[in-house]
């Protein structure tokens, strides 16, 4: 008997670019009167710096982490803590259509009577190498089901701490530590836990060996989707194992518009169309679309199942 119903239907979104108009940190920046275009720059040239000094081995993706505590250190960022950080991110501003679209989306599912008969309702995953705070104080937070993000602890745990419970914190609320990191490559382990439900058992370990047919969120039933190239990765994961893939670009850009497409020409998503999530719109009646593809494969597949298991019914035996 399998584990999961199999019954759910996972949408994972990438969040920059794809349900903001730009980067998250951009009011933590506003907050402190730090530069964006230095702080970026900065950023970017942190793996070089680094390796320059005897690094053999950087993580370009999340160097920026390091370089915010950083700013904390140097006085740059006072007072910055995890509360504060939830508190800016209801300062996000969202591309037209969400968050709403994501309450549409899994009411579409679950008030559709074939798809309810069967159980069938749709998550919403945010997967992102930004800051998991910011994401949850922001005003999509209450339809997501998980976040996947970035996070800081404020209390860092000392020699001994197992026997002592010595923490330093100090006598300012400050983030301190880097404890949970998601970079453009392992976006995929928090795919492969969507899949096999270890997101919601601690009891299922990401690493383990599961059949096909007991992990809870089949690959067939996701959808991924993402603005670029730096989501090539799950892309990949989702598309070769029968999931769904879509990307977007800023409504007008040229240059997010080519990105796209080129995507699209190396055969790395299904299709595309402008971050736009109106009622009405291209993107979100293509997802609509391919929610409701993935809703009635479930149906046949639970009814073939049923049907299977049932067996044929007796009937009458002809005269001889």
């Known amino acids: 008997m399998p584990i999961f119903p199999q019954n759910v239907i996972a949408v ?4 920059d670019k794809t349900l903001i108009p730009g980067y998250m940190q951009k009011p933590l920046f506003e907050r402190f009167g730090i530069d964006p275009v230095q702080f970026w720059s900065e950023s970017d040239g942190l793996a070089r710096f680094y390796e320059g000094r005897g690094a053999r081995r950087t993580n370009g993706d999340t160097l920026y982490l390091n370089h915010i505590l950083t700013y904390v250190r ?4 006072p007072g910055l803590h995890n509360d504060l950080l939830r508190e800016l991110g209801g300062e ?30 749709v998550e919403h995953h945010v997967i992102s190498s930004g800051l998991r705070q910011m994401i949850l104080g922001s005003s999509v937070a209450p ?28 006598d300012e609320r400050l983030i301190r530590e880097i404890v949970y990191t998601i970079d453009n490559t392992t976006k995929t382990r928090a795919v492969f836990e969507i ?14 060996k599961i059949a096909h047919e007991d992990r809870r969120i089949p690959f067939r039933n996701m959808i991924y989707v993402a603005d670029g190239p730096s989501d090539v990765p799950v892309f990949s994961v989702i598309d070769q194992n029968g999931g769904k893939t879509f990307a977007v670009y800023r409504p ?19 299709a595309y169309g402008p971050a736009d999530y109106t ?9 609509t679309h391919a929610v409701e593809r993935i809703a009635d494969q479930i149906v046949r597949d639970r009814s073939k199942a049923l049907a299977d298991r049932l067996g044929a019914p007796p009937g009458h035996l002809a005269d001889d």
């Open 12 to 15: 994972i979104w990438d969040f």
């Open 74 to 77: 140097a006085g740059r960022m």
């Open 92 to 121: 996000l501003t969202f591309y037209d259509g969400m968050p709403e679209f994501l309450g549409h989306l899994s009411k579409h599912v679950e008030g559709y009577p074939g798809y309810a008969d069967h159980g069938i309702t």
């Open 143 to 170: 339809f997501l089901d998980g976040v996947w993000a970035c996070e800081f602890a404020e209390e860092v745990a000392q020699p001994d701490y197992l026997d002592s419970g010595q923490m330093f914190g100090g």
């Open 195 to 208: 899949n096999k439900g270890s997101n919601r058992n601690p009891d299922i370990d990401v690493n383990a």
């Open 252 to 270: 007008g850009s040229a240059t997010e518009f080519e990105q796209v497409n080129r995507l699209l020409e190396q055969d790395r998503i299904d």
């Open 279 to 287: 009622d009405g719109s291209q993107t979100a009646m293509w997802l």
